[in-house]
T-cell receptor, first 113, second 113 residues
Framework: DSGVTQTPKHLITATGQRVTLRCSPR?????VYWYQQSLDQGLQFLIQ???????AKGNILERFSAQQFPDLHSELNLSSLELGDSALYFC????????????FGPGTRLTVL | QQQVKQSPQSLIVQKGGISIINCAYE??????FPWYQQFPGKGPALLIA?????SEKKEGRFTISFNKSAKQFSLHIMDSQPGDSATYFC????????????FGSGTQLTVLP
């Protein structure tokens, strides 16, 4: 167990809908990273937050957004969902802004029908 | 420039054999090279990591070999066990302010009993 929690574990929704994925980092970790894992694209970095502020952006679509709250948990919002958004979404956390090991959560499996 | 190329895509090894997974990168700004192990239904977990000022790092049965001039690094699993059957990802972290991980495409390792 990495200490990173993600909810829900599974999410099934329809095209055009909006969902919110939640992540709680390990105690003491200030950085949260979101990754998307799909069969054809592998593990892709989406976005990083550090202590409430956006730190880095990767291949995140404009339909997706994230935020990190004062208690350091983070939410990834996915809107206008398409079939191609079906994937595993992982959250990871680390102590600092980028140095040190990233600990991954168990992931949320999103299925868009 | 940000790509990390990993091979082979899948690997089958007999118990007790040596498993070798290779990765290559182009971006000389990468400064940290971790390997992650992922079991089905779980998030990736850090296995071993190396920095470019070291040519080899060994932890138990796992060894990373790093060739800075060739921009290649590899994971060697000695005395492979059925419990090592998992997907392995190499990754590289950029040295800029973003410092996100760029992952290889993954290698599915099967160790036969």
């Amino acid at each position: 167990d990495s200490g990173v929690t993600q909810t829900p574990k599974h999410l099934i929704t329809a095209t055009g809908q909006r969902v919110t994925l939640r992540c709680s980092p390990r105690s003491g970790d200030l950085s949260v990273y979101w990754y998307q894992q799909s069969l054809d694209q592998g593990l892709q970095f989406l976005i990083q937050y550090y202590n409430g502020e956006e730190r880095a952006k990767g291949n995140i679509l404009e339909r997706f957004s994230a935020q990190q709250f004062p208690d350091l948990h983070s939410e990834l919002n996915l809107s206008s969902l398409e079939l191609g958004d079906s994937a595993l979404y992982f959250c990871a956390s680390s102590v600092g802004a980028g140095l040190g090991e990233q600990f991954f959560g168990p992931g949320t499996r999103l299925t868009v029908l | 420039q940000q790509q990390v190329k990993q091979s082979p895509q899948s690997l089958i090894v007999q118990k007790g054999g040596i498993s070798i997974i290779n990765c290559a990168y182009e971006n000389t700004a990468f400064d940290y090279f971790p390997w992650y192990q992922q079991f089905p239904g779980k998030g990736p977990a850090l296995l071993i990591a190396i920095r470019p000022d070291v040519s080899e790092k060994k932890e138990g049965r796992f060894t990373i070999s790093f060739n800075k001039s060739a921009k290649q690094f590899s994971l060697h699993i000695m005395d492979s066990q059925p419990g090592d059957s998992a997907t392995y990802f190499c990754a590289a972290r950029s040295s800029g302010s973003a410092r996100q991980l760029t992952f290889g495409s993954g290698t599915q390792l099967t160790v036969l009993p």
